[in-house]
Every structure is written in structure tokens, then in C-alpha cells.
């Protein structure tokens, strides 16, 4: 039986918490809804300062490390996805929590449903508190490496660089213009109905930034070695 998008990333978020092993070699074999599944666990690890700062109102002990991967893949959802109907954020999750088989798997589940219909009721709230953290809470960054770029660069820049750092990668791919002109290879890319735009670097003619979700084998020339995956 396939499980759902939600139930993947719980796991690999668990074996995260659990081993400290980033989820990068997981996210590799994941072949259903591999963009979103992907989004989901960067996403908690980015955020886990601010996600603990927010589920601590609502859960008074830690629980078993599973159901806190769950918990967190559903308020990361419901706080900080805009793109995902909060029905499915927090049905999928509960479900995601229902199909471990463990004695306390329909009590967990009740517990992750009521902290996320909590926070979906008093999301405004939440936001605009957490606005009023400190940075490591805030932008969930460690106090040190904050110290050191404000020295660095300065309070404001070094905030800029916070939120920057926060938001989800682009994928960007570097045409080769060996096998394919940039400008055929765009012209690819809008008959495969994929909408990407020229990255602002000196070069960018060869660098473009692709629509999220776009799955890497359905590009146009994925088997050619029409381009590269690579940041400018």
C-alpha cells in the first residue's frame, strides 16, 4: 500500500531526530511526490527552532520521536506552506500518525489532530508572535553563528541573509551549450509546458530557474545531458 507524502517525510524527519544523519541520502530514493515530500523535510529542519517555540504552547511533554516528526511536518505545513489546503495538512497528517502500528498510535493521533486544529484556528497569532522572538527563534538559527554574522555584517544584512536562508532552494540548471544553444533549449522547455526563467547572473543565458515541483526526468534532454543541476 502507498503511503502518503505526509508519512515519508515523518519518517525521514524521525531517523533525522533520531540519528542526526542529515535526510539528503533519504530524500534520493523517494520517487512518488518527490518535490513536495522534499519541501516538507528541508523545511523542518530549516525551521525546527521556530516549530518547537510554536508546539510548546500546545504539547506540555515531549513525545515519542515519530509523533514529534509528524507534529512538526503538520504545523510546518499549516505555519509555513501556503500551497497546501490545510484540510489535507492536517487529515494527511493524522493519517500518517494512524498507520504506525503501536499501541499508542489512535491516542497520538488525537493528540497531533488537536495541536493542528489549535494552531490552524490561531495561526495569525502564532506568526505574529513569533515575529517577536529573538532571531535564533525567529529565523531558527543558532545564537552563535548569529552573533558571528552580525559582527560580520551588521544587524540589518545579517537579518536579510536569515530570511533569505529560509526559503526553499530554486533548482537551477546550467545549459550546455555543447549539446544544445540556450536559446533551443528554452524553446524546449516551453513545448514541455515547463515555464522557466533566466537566472540574473552575467551568464544568464545559460542558467535558468525551474517552477518548483518540476520533476528533474521530465525536463527535455534529462537523458542528453542537454544541462546540468547547478547554482551560478
Not at 20 to 49: C, H, M, N, W
Not at 107 to 119: E, T, W
Amino acid at each position: 500500500m502507498k503511503k502518503n507524502s505526509r508519512e515519508t517525510a515523518a519518517e525521514i524527519i524521525y531517523r533525522w531526530l533520531e540519528s542526526e544523519s542529515f535526510p539528503d541520502r533519504q530524500l534520493a530514493e523517494v520517487r512518488d511526490d518527490r518535490a513536495f515530500i522534499t519541501e516538507l523535510v528541508y523545511g523542518v529542519v530549516r525551521r525546527k527552532l521556530a516549530l518547537e517555540y510554536i508546539e510548546q504552547k500546545y504539547v506540555s511533554r515531549r513525545p515519542e520521536t515519530y509523533i514529534l516528526a509528524a507534529l512538526h511536518v503538520g504545523v510546518y505545513q499549516l505555519c509555513f506552506m501556503d500551497n497546501v489546503e490545510e484540510f489535507a495538512a492536517v487529515h494527511e497528517t493524522v493519517e500518517a500518525v494512524k498507520s504506525r502500528r503501536h499501541k499508542d498510535a489512535i491516542r497520538a493521533a488525537g493528540m497531533i489532530n488537536a495541536v493542528l486544529r489549535n494552531v490552524q484556528e490561531e495561526k495569525a497569532s502564532i506568526l505574529k508572535n513569533l515575529e517577536k522572538q529573538s532571531d535564533e527563534i525567529r529565523f531558527s538559527h543558532p545564537e552563535s553563528l548569529i552573533n558571528r554574522w552580525c559582527k560580520q555584517y551588521g544587524e540589518r544584512d545579517t537579518r536579510q541573509l536569515l530570511e533569505w536562508n529560509n526559503q526553499p532552494a530554486e533548482t537551477i540548471l546550467r545549459v550546455e551549450p555543447a549539446r544544445i544553444a540556450p536559446a533551443e533549449f528554452q524553446k524546449k522547455l516551453k513545448e514541455a509546458g515547463i515555464d522557466a526563467v533566466l537566472h540574473p547572473f552575467p551568464s544568464a543565458e545559460t542558467f535558468l530557474v525551474l517552477p518548483r515541483g518540476v520533476p528533474m526526468t521530465k525536463v527535455p534532454g534529462y537523458t542528453e545531458g542537454w544541462f546540468t543541476v547547478q547554482d551560478p
